[in-house]
């Protein structure tokens, strides 16, 4: 440490470069390999592993908070002695990047048959290779403290091996088994999908409600997908419902078929709604395919692979939206029609590659029996063996893993880890593990699918670490520390990787805690997409305010399980912040301020040196607390506040009148180690200026490697607090004041204090007249205002001699001007809150706003108007 390093300041540019300093910093950073694990170290571990993107992805919004987060707390915990890996890698993303190469060969008039599956697959690892992994680079510019010597792809050869280990043995005890179910197809992308790759949204449809059979043996059914009805085998109606109590067990005609159709009683059915019978159609619905189940009933599918009418008729060869208002005339002309609405909003999923509506179909696939996996994972969240953040949301998570249906594994894409299964000529089914040999001879073939992406992912905090290996990492690192994602895809992602972790790793968790965070929505609470065009991109506001602002930002906006609300010019203001701190260590530097092995005894201190070294101990305390409790929000706004309204805005200025005296040495002093501290609590959140202001103020090697600050509580002084708080209310009233009078800023006006409360500060004289730009009360001095403050110690009076310092025209000029826009506002959020259709739709957070904004106009009409009123008439 640098005892004064008064030259330091030489290094200091006049203003922050972000485009220019960080690039630089970074690499520093990696070359020293300090994001580098050990797993030899004898250090308590902390473990990150990084929710992997897609190899086709680029940073988004959502990507820059949680690595924000994530960045923070690894940072915070290598500051504290922790021996800390954040393990970075990519997700291999089976059918978007599948999709991706497939637009590319479509370009060149090809298709991946074309190519046929091993060329296509190259292709694949070649698109990988040249265009893949953009966002790492991207990670790059945000700060992300990643261990990039353990760089991770889901097709890694060792995290392949960990797929086929795991399949196997989840096969081996029957968890794993090949069957017929009903699973969401999209018709364009030719697969199976997950529940996550499936997007609700509400389309505008037609309800169509027909009349099956004759006489008093018809019944009528509604449905949005009236092309299904070729595949219907029953009409369903609940046991208890008196209305079709004498149809159950008959048959009724099936319309434009001529097949009969049993009429069954089922528990599933609810009789308030709609007619209260429904159409069966087993092998296109999940829920008719369970009645189906129950009663035997026959499941034909009526379209093909790409959602064409295969059943035999005058609709074979139609696509399903061809096949629909086609079937609906056809029932119209038979005169079955008995109501038609439209349009009729309804939820419709689809596709979230390619926007395809789709299709739920019956079909063979590979599946995961999740009962036993299930129930474990939802025991090691209910013992505390993981804990979830905001613990609110932990039912949430119950109420997943505690219903949790069968899990489809099994795509049919080329792309992918492909299923070790191969099937022999006469039957046999052979699974082979990552060290067996596939079988031999004539009549074998390999299962032509691929797993489910997040099969693998599923695997990550432990496959990343070395399994199923006993690798050094696994034994240091595993269980990882924190789970850092959004709630969104608790259910999806966390869930898996809670049922596999616990099943691969003999019950220990993945993971000690979750966090889950919110979504980013813009300035108004509406959800981001490209359609609204309210998409915010971290990389143009890293171009634009760099990443340290972006971060702050985002960091500050952080509150557990709440969504977050944007908007540029918060990123604006935490780009105004890095200024403050740069501005006030180039002034700190330019005036001495030192970092020294010990300050000065509390007795050669000054009461505002020992104030701000009593703030910062408590601020280190309830950063820590907030931290642990995953806060960060609270943690970042206490620490703006901290710097900008008590360091920079207070102290400072104090500390200016105090250089110029006898106390300027233990100044300095202070100065310097309530920055270093404030540095080094700020650079989890804003490391790359911190980096360059800290190596600066001390003279070390670097930041990133120092002690995070503990509280030391030995300077606090409660007398010394409550005699600065009465400093500050003194100087504050008199600039408010001076304020409403109209005085310029730097303009000086005499002054005469006095009272028991003033007594009791009397030592601090200097700096309340220099802060409040008072001079003492010369010759000829009259008093032509006072103002009364009430301080801990009693009144105060600041008499003060205006005559000459209100240009009385000018000053009313002024305020007509304030009170028209002050006016104005009120008017314009009175009306807002006025309109029933703007309450009903913005958000809650939105109109506290609007009521906030009303309430300071109210107050600055009244100000205002009073302060016009009190001028002398000229």
């Known amino acids: 440490m640098t005892e004064n390093p008064l030259d330091a300041s030489t290094d200091l540019p006049g203003a922050w470069d972000p485009a220019a300093e960080e690039a630089a910093i970074y690499q520093r950073w990696v070359d020293a390999g ?31 908070l949680n690595h924000t987060l994530m960045d923070l707390m690894t940072r915070r915990r290598r500051m504290q002695g922790y021996e800390v890996l954040w393990l970075p890698g990519m997700d291999h993303a089976g059918i978007a990047t599948q999709n991706v190469v497939e637009r590319e060969l479509a370009g060149e008039g090809l298709s991946r048959h074309d190519l046929g599956r091993e060329r296509f697959v190259e292709r694949v690892w070649s698109w990988k290779a040249e265009y893949g992994g953009k966002i790492l680079g991207q990670m790059r510019r945000l700060g992300d403290g990643v261990d990039w010597t353990r760089e991770r792809f889901t097709m890694d050869e060792n995290l392949s091996r960990a797929v086929r280990t795991m399949f196997r043995r989840l096969y081996d005890e029957d968890l794993i088994y090949r069957a017929e179910r009903i699973i969401n197809w999209c018709p364009r992308c030719q697969t ?89 159609t087993p092998a296109h619905d999940p829920n008719d395919f369970e009645i189906g189940r129950r ?39 038979q005169g079955r029609i008995v109501a038609e609405k439209r349009p009729y909003l309804h939820a419709v999923g689809h596709c979230s590659r390619c926007d395809t509506v789709i299709e739920p179909r019956l079909s063979l696939q590979w599946w995961v029996r999740v009962e036993p996996l299930a129930r474990a994972a939802g025991d090691a969240v209910r013992d505390g063996r993981t804990r979830i953040h905001p613990p609110e949301l932990a039912k949430r998570y119950f109420d997943w893993v505690d219903n949790l249906h069968d899990w489809t594994i099994s795509r049919q894409l080329w792309w992918g880890h492909r299923i070790p299964v191969w099937y022999g000529p006469d039957g046999e089914v052979v699974c082979l593990g990552p060290d067996d040999e596939p079988p031999s001879g004539d ?186 409790a995953y806060q960060f929000a609270k943690a970042v706004d206490l620490l703006y506040h901290f710097t900008w309204d008590e360091l920079c805005d207070w102290y400072l200025e104090l500390a200016k009148v105090q250089f110029s005296g006898d ?83 730097g303009q000086r006006v005499a002054a005469q204090v006095s009272g028991a409360g003033f007594a009791s500060i009397a030592g601090h004289q200097p700096a309340f007249r220099t802060l409040a730009r008072l001079t003492d009360p010369g010759d000829g001095f009259t008093a032509s205002a006072t103002v009364e403050v009430a301080l801990s110690g009693g009144m105060a009076h600041v008499a003060l001699d205006l005559s000459g310092a209100v240009d009385v025209a000018a000053e009313r000029k002024r305020l007509r001007k304030d009170l028209t826009a002050a006016q104005k506002e009120l008017k314009q959020t009175e009306a807002k809150l006025g309109s029933e259709a ?20 109210t107050a600055d009409i009244d100000r205002i108007s009073a302060r016009l009123d009190a001028l002398p008439v000229t």
């Not at 009549?443 to 599923?458: A, E, Q």
């Open 443 to 628: 009549g074998w073939t390999r299962d032509p699918d691929v797993l489910d992406t997040w099969f693998s992912s599923g695997l990550w905090p432990f496959s990343t670490l070395g399994w199923p290996e006993a690798s050094k990492d696994l034994e240091k690192f595993y269980p990882t520390s924190v789970l850092s994602t959004g709630y969104d895809i608790l259910f999806f992602w966390v869930a898996r990787m809670m049922m596999l972790g616990l099943y691969a790793m003999d019950g220990a968790q993945p993971f000690d805690h979750v966090y889950l965070h919110g979504l980013i929505r813009d300035a108004n609470g509406k959800k981001m997409s490209k359609s609204r065009g309210n998409v915010i991109d971290p990389l143009e506001w890293m171009d634009r305010y760099g990443a340290d602002a972006t971060r702050f930002t985002l960091a500050r906006g952080a509150n557990p399980g709440a969504d977050m609300a944007l908007a540029e010019e918060w990123a604006a203001g935490s780009r105004n912040f890095c200024t403050k701190l740069w501005n006030a260590s180039r002034f700190a530097l330019m005036n001495g301020a030192t970092v020294a092995e010990e300050l000065p005894p509390a007795g050669e201190l000054t009461e505002a040196d020992r104030w701000i070294l009593g703030r910062l101990a408590r601020v280190v305390s309830e950063v820590d607390e907030l931290l642990a």
């Open 295 to 333: 009663h035997g009933l026959p499941m034909p599918a009526i379209m093909d692979e790409r959602a064409t009418i295969t059943a035999p008729g005058p609709f074979e060869g139609l696509d399903r939206f061809e096949a629909r208002p086609a079937i609906v005339a056809a029932l119209r002309e």
């Open 838 to 857: 703007f309450l009903a739709k913005a958000p809650a957070e939105v109109v506290d706003k609007i009521r906030a904004r009303r309430e300071v106009a």
């Open 34 to 64: 300090y994001f580098t694990a050990d797993a030899g170290s004898d250090k308590p571990p902390f473990t990150i592993v990084l929710p992997p993107p897609n190899v086709t992805g680029s940073l988004h919004m959502g990507h820059a």
């Open 663 to 745: 106390t300027a040495r233990g100044t300095r002093a202070v100065l310097g180690h309530v920055l270093d501290a404030v540095l080094r609590l700020l650079h989890p959140v804003i490391p790359f200026i911190t980096e360059k202001l800290w190596t600066a103020l001390t003279g070390g090697e670097s930041i990133v490697i120092a002690e995070w600050p503990s509280a030391d509580a030995s300077y606090a002084d409660a007398d010394a607090d409550a005699r600065i708080a009465d400093v500050q209310k003194l100087i504050t009233e008199v600039r408010r004041f001076r304020s409403d009078q109209g005085l310029k800023p």
């Open 192 to 280: 199976a999908l997950s529940d996550i790759e499936v997007e609700h949204a509400e389309d505008e449809g037609e309800l169509v409600s027909i009349r099956y059979g004759e006489g008093e043996n018809a019944v009528v059914v509604a449905t949005t997908r009236a092309e299904t009805m070729l595949g219907d085998t029953a009409v369903a109606v609940h046991p208890g419902d008196e209305r079709y109590r004498h149809l159950v067990g008959t048959e009724v005609e099936l319309p434009l078929t001529g097949r009969k159709i049993p009429i069954v009683a089922d528990e599933h059915v609810d009789p308030t709604f709609g007619t209260g019978a429904v159409k069966v």
